[in-house]
């Protein structure tokens, strides 16, 4: 009797371990499987594309019915316009680097672009691609008078740059907008890059609203203390003793007030990097300034400078007389 | 005798069960990966139908399917969001461009994605394949590619120190990049599925260039390989294929070295991607590669000269330039560093 329950109670052993055997063998093989989900991504594809169908079709209706709208018109009411006042100069890189700000602010809602050259007329180049651009924007253009425009081989701070073309950008909005304008000035270089949500912090300005600007005055970023949301001073390493010592780049200006102060303007005279404080102390104080940006902890501006690109090969051809053809726009 | 027979059945019974528990845990992980790696596209355009529309349908037949997708753990969130398809809000029938961008660590270059990503926003059916020199993913490029809204593949491989930037002997003819152009070819080949109804284009964008709108759309009708002028390279104001009247590309308007096979920067072409998955063996040589040459390395296994496609207007309009950025001088962080190492910049 025990013998046939010890016989079988082994078989019953041999046959649990085969049979859990097989069963791990067949789990490694299953391993490295690819998932067949064909059959229901197939019926899923179907409704997608019957739904892109759709998409696609209510999309191009959607763009045929903007293309129709006035670009000129004002805008809506709600969000207060951000005037971009950028200076420009004919240079090599102007077309790249006024083509890719313009794709940034083509994301912005409510902007109003004023390109300011300096030049003593408005070239094709820029009238061109601001036809293209698809924003709203003005044109104007002022020359640099002569004692104070760099030359070749200057260093790039020994004079005030974009000084009379800003101004020129002021003395446009205070002839053009009134005291019912809502909006925001905001100085945008052009080689600079912006972040969209940049935009967006400064839209709803008072006065004058402050954020952080990234890897400029040979730091990773300068920017406003903060304490209890209110401005107590400046974290920069490059002359700190400046009435504002910060960047272009790093505050926007409520329309409203710069309207209630027209003789608010940058001064040629300015010193070198007391740019911004010679318009700004005309305007706020310290204690007056609105920190944006997370209470001025978050970089959503870069102060990035493009090369001057190597025309080595460019000026030899010129020198046989074979330079590339000058009616390529570059 | 007895007492260690039992104890070697028991052991006998707990083995295999044990076993199967260990192999069973870790299998839903390699399962979704191999779902994952085979089916990007269905499985990311059910995912974000979740979102866009209210197809809770799909959402249930997906469920049932592959039980294995919805086992979501901390590991396995990390492995899946190295890819993302937002909903398809344009076109499906717009050929896909792929746009491979090799970036580095370096202070501007959150600076530089985010203006292409501003950039890359304009662009319908684009899909931004990322690839980092680094030994992993780096927390500012996934923030950045996740809060852009566009459609990406985040990769990662680290070039060997001889290559990288700065630290090659002779740093002019070492190509940069190479090693992550490559991945992403290979991602392309792992993941798309050759076929005659797969359309897209594989453009090669640096992160310091600055494209036009319109040379996306130039791109998109590529069949093989087309080609354009670029602007600031070879030390001319551009560089362009020389067109003859009947529009096929016989040489180059170059000076230096015009006699390459093809004299042509990195940014002045665009590979159609079904030539990509046809040829796997086409990739960018990484030694042994002289300078100006790295174009000529890939392309020579893909096409011939006299079948290239030139755009923009037969080679005579510039829409993309070879801008490059100063290194930002931090001198003013000192030894120990002045600004808060927490803030990204």
């Not at chain 2, 090669?204 to 036009?212: E, K, R």
Request: hydrophobic share 35%; aromatic share 8%.
């Amino acid at each position: 009797m025990t013998m046939k329950m010890k016989l079988k109670l082994k078989n019953v052993f041999m046959l649990y371990f085969l049979v859990s055997v097989c069963g791990l063998m067949y789990a490694l093989m299953q391993l490295g499987q690819p998932c067949d989900c064909t059959l229901h991504s197939r019926q899923s594809s179907d409704l997608v594309h019957s739904r892109d169908r759709t998409i696609s079709r209510l999309q191009g209706e959607l763009k045929r019915l903007q293309a129709r709208g006035n670009p000129e018109e004002p805008p809506k009411p709600a969000l207060p316009t951000i005037y971009t006042v950028t200076p420009t100069y004919t240079r090599l890189v102007q077309k790249a680097e006024l083509t890719r700000l313009s794709q940034t602010l083509l994301h912005v809602p409510s902007l109003h672009w004023v390109v300011v050259e300096d030049s003593p007329v408005k070239t094709s180049l820029v009238s061109e691609l601001l036809k293209r651009s698809g924003l709203r924007y003005t044109h104007l253009c002022t020359q640099t008078p002569k004692d104070f425009k760099l030359q070749e081989g200057d260093p790039n701070w020994l004079k005030p740059r974009g000084v009379e073309q800003r101004n020129l950008a002021l003395q446009w909005l205070r002839e053009n907008r009134g005291p019912s304008d809502e909006g925001v000035v905001y100085f945008a270089d052009d080689d600079n890059t912006y972040s969209l949500r940049l935009f967006e912090e400064m839209r709803f300005t008072k006065r004058v609203s402050v954020w952080p600007v990234g890897l400029v005055g040979g730091v990773r970023f300068e920017r406003p203390l903060v304490e209890r949301g209110q401005v107590t001073g400046f974290y920069t390493a490059w002359k700190p003793n400046r009435p504002f010592p910060m960047d272009m780049a790093g505050f926007a200006v409520s329309l409203p007030l710069l309207l209630a102060n027209p003789a608010a303007r940058f001064h040629l005279s300015a010193q070198r990097g007391n740019l911004e404080s010679s318009l700004l102390q005309a305007l706020v104080s310290i204690e007056e300034l609105e920190p944006r940006a997370s209470n001025c902890t978050k970089v959503l501006v870069w102060h990035t400078r493009t090369e001057k690109p190597k025309m080595k090969q460019e000026d030899a051809l010129l020198l046989k007389g074979l330079g590339s053809d000058p009616s390529v726009e570059v | 005798m007895p007492r260690r027979r039992s104890v070697l059945t028991t052991l006998l019974i707990v083995l295999p069960w044990t076993i199967l528990l260990t192999i069973w845990h870790q299998n839903p992980a390699t399962r979704y990966l191999t779902i994952l790696r085979k089916e990007t596209y269905e499985n990311s355009t059910a995912k974000s139908l979740q979102f866009l529309i209210n197809v809770t349908q799909i959402k249930e037949e997906q469920h049932t399917a592959c039980t294995h997708q919805q086992e979501v753990t901390p590991a396995q969130q990390t492995a899946r969001r190295y890819v993302y398809s937002r909903p398809p809000g344009w076109s499906r029938w717009l050929p896909t461009i792929y746009v491979i961008t090799p970036t580095y660590t370096r202070p501007v270059q959150k600076a530089e994605l985010t203006r292409l990503a501003n950039t890359f926003l304009h662009v319908p059916n684009l899909h931004w394949m990322v690839v980092e020199d680094s030994p992993r993913r780096t927390n500012l490029v996934d923030s950045l590619l996740e809060r852009s809204g566009l459609n990406f593949t985040h990769l990662n491989v680290e070039s060997p120190k001889s290559v990288r930037i700065g630290l090659a002997k002779d740093s002019s003819h070492t190509p940069r990049g190479t090693l992550q152009r490559n991945l992403g070819l290979r991602w392309l080949r792992e993941n798309l599925i050759l076929s005659d109804s797969l359309e897209g284009v594989v453009y090669f964008a640096d992160d310091d260039n600055t494209y036009s709108l319109e040379l996306f759309e130039e791109m998109r009708s590529t069949q093989k390989v087309s080609v354009w002028p670029v602007a600031f390279v070879g030390g001319l104001r551009y560089e362009a294929p020389k067109v003859n009247t009947a529009g096929k590309v016989v040489g180059w308007k170059t000076v230096f070295d015009p006699n390459r096979p093809f004299a042509i920067d990195m940014a002045g072409f665009a590979i159609n991607v079904r030539l990509v998955l046809k040829r796997p063996w086409a990739n960018f040589q990484l030694s042994g590669v002289k300078g100006g040459y790295q174009e000529t390395s890939l392309l020579k296994d893909l096409v011939t000269i006299a079948e290239l496609e030139p755009k923009a207007a037969n080679c005579t309009k510039v829409l993309v330039w070879h801008t490059r950025t100063e290194k930002p001088t931090l001198v003013n962080e000192g030894r120990q560093g002045f600004t808060d190492l927490k803030v990204e910049v």
